[in-house]
């Protein structure tokens, strides 16, 4: 049975840092692509950031280039997510999601066919 167990999240003040991760089993985590997706409060799911099973393309979504920052250890089938200078409009419920291929889409659109059950980000003074 596919697992993925985000933990990490809280709240935090503006310009603060969490790290999120992911506990995936079930599957061979090496062998697919993640990404992170969040649902702010109200609103619908937005895409974060994405990994290849390598580890070594990463892509983000405008609003968190330079801050957020995705990983993974394979060793450890984890999947990371670092996010310094937290703001506001960050505050959200942080999924984890695993991808149906190895790669990051060249289009952007991602096939994902397991998800976690999320984790709450709360960034507030």
């Known amino acids: 049975e596919v697992q993925l167990v985000e933990s990490g999240g809280g709240s935090v003040q503006p310009g603060g840092s969490l790290r999120l991760s992911c506990a995936a089993s079930?599957?061979?985590?090496?062998?697919?692509?993640m990404s992170w997706v969040r649902r702010a409060p109200g609103q619908g799911l937005e895409w974060v950031s994405g990994i290849n099973s390598r580890g070594d393309t990463t892509t983000y979504t405008d609003s968190v280039k330079g801050r957020f920052t995705i990983s993974r250890d394979n060793a450890k089938n984890t999947l990371y997510l670092q996010m310094n200078s937290l703001k506001p409009e960050d505050t959200a419920v942080y999924y984890c999601?695993?991808?149906?291929?190895?790669?990051?889409?060249?289009?952007?659109?991602?096939?994902?066919?397991?998800w976690g059950q999320g984790t709450r980000v709360a960034v507030s003074s």
């Open positions: 079930g599957f061979t985590f090496s062998s697919y692509a």
């Open positions: 999601a695993k991808d149906q291929t190895p790669d990051v889409p060249a289009d952007g659109v991602y096939e994902y066919d397991y």
